[in-house]
């Protein structure tokens, strides 16, 4: 940061800087010294190789399957393990296989990013709710309270008789 201060101050304004590069040779730009250091501090070697899980190198359901996730390979059976069969089914068809709705969507939705090669194959995870979900969540909270206050209530009421029967409270 010193070296940066010290060319600010040397340089002083555009015609300052434009004379001392007439007479010294080229002046580091403030630009060049910012844009020198790396933006990210992530290593390339934690990203996952997703040229894999393209649609040229899946040939068979069960490889779709396990990298769609959600545990949809327990519907395998249903398709005879074939891709094509699988792609050709619609949603009513799946639905009187009997696959749930959000499962079904699931595989829907995937099925039309693989056609149209939109995304690589991974799973995506299901949103896990907090203190109840959103409509729900004062509630939640207020019953967690009331149950830490109505805990603590019983504690301090039984160290009270404890504390009474060893005698160390008069009353």
Do not use: C
């Not at 899980?53 to 005879?80: A, P, Q, S």
């Not at 074939?82 to 799946?94: C, E, R």
């Not at 939705?109 to 109840?132: A, S, Y």
């Amino acid at each position: 940061m010193s070296l940066f201060k010290s060319l600010v101050a040397r340089s002083g304004s555009g015609i300052r800087a434009a004379q001392i590069a007439r007479q010294n040779g080229p002046v580091i730009s403030q630009i060049s010294i910012i844009s020198s250091q790396p933006f990210s501090t992530s290593p390339v070697s934690y990203k996952t190789n997703t040229s894999t899980r393209t649609k040229e190198n899946v040939h068979d359901l069960e490889t779709f399957f396990r990298l769609i996730g959600r545990n949809t390979v327990e519907h395998l059976d249903l398709f005879e393990g074939d891709l094509a069969k699988f792609l050709s089914t619609s949603s009513q068809q799946m639905k009187f296989m009997g696959i749930d709705v959000s499962t079904r969507r699931y595989m829907l939705r995937w099925k039309h990013k693989f056609e149209n090669d939109l995304e690589p194959l991974r799973e995506h995870k299901k949103g896990k709710k907090k203190n109840g979900g959103e409509r729900n969540a004062k509630t939640v909270l207020a019953k967690k309270n009331a149950l830490k206050k109505l805990e603590e209530k019983e504690k301090f009421a039984a160290e009270e008789l404890d504390a009474e029967n060893r005698g160390e409270r008069l009353f």
